[in-house]
């Protein structure tokens, strides 16, 4: 029988031995020049790409929890797309970091198909997530995402349309491409946070409410550490303390738009948390979902 | 000619066969996503670039490239990524735009240029129902099936339509 006339076959992609690993492996960066650029140190470079993937990664998942629990299809679509996005970045920033330094990676067992990316993403542990704590805390409801998602792709548009001018041209390309995608995110999150200001009273009070959860938070994606400034200094990557004008002047405009006021009130915390491997008691509950299947099949086969 | 010679003379032209396993209707060339095929004796090197940073749709354009050259009598035959300069939605062909609109969807207009701007007001596009021509349309949804697409109704004929996004 022709190949072609199975669907299983397409399914395994020719490995029916480890199916659960077989349908969609392969190197997102594949036939990708992933040279370390003269003056890059590729450790540094490995750390302020995980940092990158991890933000994205790990919104990502938290996002994809509105699948099927969204207020409409289209909103449930919406935030299915948008986390597809930061999951595809999230790929590229993991697999550029494990090609810039592969001690990253987590050691899997002999044998395993599992390729880097996905070792990075299942298989380390929660002190080794360089996220910040503002991704991984809890949804909330729809007017606490909406929040959140305006205050993160404003700040993530800006950094990534200034990454574009890294001089690793692996990051340069991941950052372009990015950028296309995130106008679209901060767009979304925009009208929404117009439409539920000037909704009814119920959704301004929810949407004043989500500001006030999300805003304390939010000032970590912004506070530069030893890593980024490296990156900055480097060139490879920026220092997220330079975005604060432009990003704020977008969100006053969104603000302003939605007759809103900035709330009043301090950052929480200080100095790196997540950055540094310190995170939440949800990002605990979050990588147990998320990390679930693949560590009970570390070879794929079951 | 063999199949085999005829391969090894056409290995452009197979893998311009392929198609988007989403918008079959398209080929990777007609997508533009098929941005270089080289090919020496029986090896083939062929480059793709995704249209969205999560496109799922990667592994199995990289398995159909597989399989169509390697049907062609190739013995080995590699996939690569390039993702820069980015894809856009302005390399969709002529040919591409035409049967997207054949198959009920609408094309893309050019895509966005020059700073990005925020737009916190209703999207306007200007485009126009591929089933009856109304330009009385609207949007349900500006994120649609697949990452590329935006929803539309319209509002004479009253069916619904994919458009493909401008990026």
Same mark, same amino acid.
């Given at each position: 029988?022709?190949?072609?006339?199975?669907?299983?076959?397409?399914?395994?992609?020719?490995?029916?031995?480890?199916?659960?690993?077989?349908?969609?492996?392969?190197?997102?960066?594949?036939?990708?020049?992933? @040279?370390?650029?003269?003056?890059?140190?590729?450790?540094?470079?490995?750390?302020?790409?995980?940092?990158?993937?991890?933000?994205?990664?790990?919104?990502?998942?938290?996002?994809?929890? *509105? #699948?099927?629990?969204?207020?409409?299809?289209?909103?449930?679509?919406?935030?299915?797309?948008?986390?597809?996005?930061?999951?595809?970045?999230?790929?590229?920033?993991?697999?550029?970091?494990?090609?810039?330094?592969?001690?990253?990676?987590?050691?899997?067992?002999?044998?395993?198909?599992?390729?880097?990316?996905?070792?990075?993403?299942?298989?380390?542990?929660?002190?080794?997530?360089?996220?910040?704590?503002?991704?991984?805390?809890?949804?909330?409801?729809?007017?606490? @995402?909406?929040?959140?998602?305006?205050?993160?792709?404003?700040?993530?548009?800006?950094?990534?349309?200034?990454?574009?001018?890294?001089?690793?041209?692996?990051?340069?390309?991941?950052?372009?491409?990015?950028?296309?995608?995130?106008?679209?995110?901060?767009?979304?999150?925009?009208? *929404?946070?117009?439409?539920?200001?000037?909704?009814?009273?119920?959704?301004?009070?929810?949407?004043?409410?989500?500001?006030? @959860?999300?805003?304390? #938070?939010?000032?970590?994606?912004?506070?530069?550490?030893?890593?980024?400034?490296?990156?900055?200094?480097?060139?490879?990557?920026?220092?997220?303390?330079?975005? #604060?004008?432009?990003?704020?002047?977008?969100?006053?405009?969104?603000?302003?738009?939605?007759?809103?006021?900035?709330?009043?009130?301090?950052?929480?915390? #200080?100095?790196?948390?997540?950055?540094?491997?310190?995170? @939440?008691?949800?990002?605990?509950?979050?990588?147990?979902?998320?990390?679930?299947?693949?560590?009970?099949?570390?070879?794929?086969?079951? | 000619?063999?199949?085999?010679?005829?391969?090894?003379?056409?290995?452009?032209? /197979?893998?311009?066969?392929?198609?988007? +396993?989403? =918008? %079959?209707?398209?080929?990777?060339?007609?997508?533009?996503?098929?941005?270089?095929?080289?090919?020496?004796?029986?090896?083939?090197?062929?480059?793709?670039?995704?249209?969205?940073?999560?496109?799922?749709? =990667?592994?199995? =354009?990289?398995?159909?490239?597989?399989?169509?050259?390697?049907?062609?009598?190739?013995?080995?035959?590699?996939?690569? /990524?390039?993702?820069? +300069?980015?894809?856009?939605?302005?390399? /969709?062909?002529?040919?591409?735009?035409?049967?997207?609109?054949?198959? $009920?969807?609408?094309? %893309? $207009?050019?895509?966005?240029? $020059?700073?990005?701007?925020?737009?916190?007001? +209703?999207?306007?596009?200007?485009?126009?129902? +591929?089933?009856?021509?109304?330009?009385?349309?609207?949007?349900?949804?500006?994120?649609?099936?697949?990452?590329?697409?935006?929803?539309?109704?319209?509002?004479?004929?009253?069916?619904?339509?994919?458009?493909?996004?401008?990026?």
């Amino acid at each position: 029988m022709d190949d072609h006339e199975s669907v299983y076959d397409g399914l395994l992609g020719g490995d029916a031995s480890q199916w659960a690993f077989g349908t969609d492996f392969e190197d997102p960066l594949a036939g990708v020049d992933t @040279t370390i650029p003269a003056g890059v140190d590729g450790a540094a470079l490995a750390a302020y790409c995980l940092m990158l993937g991890d933000d994205a990664l790990i919104y990502a998942h938290r996002l994809s929890e *509105w #699948t099927s629990n969204a207020p409409d299809l289209e909103d449930d679509i919406a935030l299915a797309n948008i986390a597809l996005d930061l999951l595809g970045q999230a790929r590229l920033l993991l697999a550029r970091a494990a090609a810039a330094d592969a001690s990253v990676v987590p050691q899997m067992p002999e044998g395993s198909p599992v390729p880097a990316e996905d070792a990075l993403a299942f298989f380390r542990d929660e002190h080794a997530f360089r996220n910040v704590g503002y991704v991984e805390a809890v949804n909330g409801d729809f007017a606490v @995402t909406i929040a959140r998602l305006l205050l993160f792709s404003s700040h993530r548009l800006a950094l990534l349309q200034r990454l574009a001018a890294s001089v690793d041209p692996v990051l340069s390309a991941i950052a372009a491409k990015g950028v296309k995608e995130v106008t679209y995110h901060r767009d979304y999150a925009g009208r *929404w946070f117009v439409t539920l200001a000037g909704g009814t009273e119920e959704s301004r009070r929810r949407l004043v409410a989500g500001l006030r @959860t999300v805003w304390p #938070t939010y000032a970590e994606l912004s506070r530069p550490t030893p890593v980024e400034t490296l990156a900055a200094e480097q060139r490879f990557g920026v220092d997220p303390a330079v975005l #604060t004008d432009e990003v704020d002047a977008v969100v006053d405009h969104v603000l302003a738009t939605a007759g809103l006021e900035r709330p009043d009130l301090p950052p929480s915390g #200080t100095g790196a948390m997540g950055r540094n491997g310190r995170h @939440t008691e949800e990002m605990g509950r979050l990588l147990a979902e998320m990390q679930v299947v693949a560590r009970a099949h570390p070879r794929g086969k079951w | 000619m063999t199949a085999l010679a005829e391969g090894r003379t056409h290995a452009r032209e /197979i893998a311009g066969t392929v198609v988007d +396993p989403e =918008m %079959p209707m398209l080929t990777l060339v007609d997508l533009g996503v098929l941005r270089d095929v080289t090919e020496s004796g029986a090896r083939v090197s062929v480059t793709i670039t995704p249209t969205y940073s999560g496109c799922p749709a =990667m592994a199995t =354009m990289r398995d159909d490239l597989v399989h169509a050259l390697t049907d062609a009598g190739y013995a080995e035959v590699e996939v690569k /990524i390039s993702l820069s +300069p980015a894809w856009s939605s302005d390399w /969709i062909t002529p040919e591409g735009r035409r049967k997207l609109r054949a198959h $009920g969807l609408s094309a %893309p $207009g050019p895509s966005p240029t $020059g700073p990005v701007q925020l737009n916190l007001a +209703p999207i306007r596009r200007a485009i126009d129902c +591929p089933r009856c021509g109304s330009a009385d349309v609207r949007l349900t949804s500006e994120f649609g099936p697949t990452a590329c697409k935006a929803l539309y109704r319209c509002n004479d004929c009253l069916e619904p339509f994919e458009h493909v996004k401008e990026i």
